[in-house]
Structures are given as C-alpha cells and as structure tokens.
Nanobody, 118 residues
Framework: QVQLVESGGGFVQPGGSLRLSCEVS????????MGWYRQAPGKQRELVAD???????NYADSVKGRFTISSHKYNKTVYLQMNSLKPEDTAVYYC????????????WGQGTLVTVSS
C-alpha cells in the first residue's frame, strides 16, 4: 500500500524555523511530482511549494524567499525548510505526491500542524 508519512511540525516563535519531511512508503511505483499544501483555520487548502516532474520548483508568493522545497524522487522524499516563520504561516501542512503505477494517482499525507506564535 502506498502512503505518505509526514513529520516535523510543531510550535515555533515568530522568526523561527522548522523543517518538514515526507516520505512515500511502499513499492511498485515511481514518484512523478511532490509538494506541500497548507490549510489554515477557516481557509481553503493552498499550494505552498511543489517540485514538478521536470524539476521546476514553484512557490506561493507568500513564502518566496523564506521557504525552500527539496525533493528526491528516487528515494521518494520531499522536504520543506521554513525560515523566518510568521504567525500567518500557522496551518496544517499536507504533503502531496503524484505517483505512477498502473496510472497516475494523487496521494495526500495525514497533515502536520505548524503553529507560529509568541
């Protein structure tokens, strides 16, 4: 069974840093693309950053210059380094992956809470 396993959320003060990790577990598939989304209370889920099949990196304007995504499709992991965190970054962060086995499938992690507060 293919699933995403996330780690790294937590509580941090404004200006602090956190690193999220996500691994695609299972076998018999290849990873096509990976990324991170977030959902704050009362808001829709939004893209934070992703790494496409071609290797292009995309970031939400609100995190550019502060967050860095890195992915390693061969070992099926993706990381999100978050620096200079702000209270408005508080949200549940979800790992996302597009995998290919008999076709393309979109997978979601269980979510990890990031709280930025003084």
């Amino acid at each position: 069974q293919v699933q995403l396993v996330e780690s790294g959320g937590g509580f941090v003060q404004p200006g602090g840093s956190l690193r999220l990790s996500c691994e695609v577990s299972g076998s018999g598939f290849t990873v096509y693309a990976m990324g991170w989304y977030r959902q704050a209370p009362g808001k829709q889920r939004e893209l934070v950053a992703d790494s496409t099949h071609s290797g292009a990196l995309n970031y939400a304007d609100s995190v550019k210059g502060r967050f860095t995504i890195s992915s390693h499709k061969y070992n099926k992991t993706v990381y999100l380094q978050m620096n200079s965190l702000k209270p408005e970054d508080t949200a549940v962060y979800y790992c996302n992956a597009i995998v290919e086995d008999s076709g393309y499938r979109e997978l979601w992690g269980q979510g990890t809470l990031v709280t930025v507060s003084s």
